[in-house]
Nanobody, 121 residues
Framework: QVRLKESGGGSVQAVGSLRLSCVYS????????LGWARQAPGAERELVAS???????IYADSVKGRFTIAQEKTKNMLYLQMNSLKTDDTAVYYC???????????????WGQGTQVTVSS
């Protein structure tokens, strides 16, 4: 079973930046790759960024142009650079492994423990 450990969360003022990191154990990922998801209080967990094993990146509309996902395969590291942060970005952020579900859609199915990001106005 893969192990995922996030770091880099914290408190920041709006329009500020944070970089999240995730170290993962050695694992053979599906083509769906890895991603970052977040869960705000009272809300469902949502996938905000993913990177497929071929390097293709996908972003939720809510973060497009502000967040960047990157992977360093030689170091087993996944990153999420978050710029121009908004109060709506406040959430627990999770590193996740994605697999195809029964509808052949890449969905996060394995999770780390999460790191809290709090954005204040």
């Amino acid at each position: 079973q893969v192990r995922l450990k996030e770091s880099g969360g914290g408190s920041v003022q709006a329009v500020g930046s944070l970089r999240l990191s995730c170290v993962y154990s050695k694992y053979i990922f599906s083509g769906c790759g890895l991603g970052w998801a977040r869960q705000a209080p009272g809300a469902e967990r949502e996938l905000v960024a993913s990177i497929r094993t071929d390097g293709t990146t996908i972003y939720a509309d809510s973060v497009k142009g502000r967040f960047t996902i990157a992977q360093e395969k030689t170091k087993n590291m996944l990153y999420l650079q978050m710029n121009s942060l908004k109060t709506d970005d406040t959430a627990v952020y999770y590193c996740a492994v994605l697999f195809e579900d029964s509808s052949l859609i890449c969905t996060p199915q394995l999770w780390g423990q999460g790191t809290q990001v709090t954005v204040s106005s």
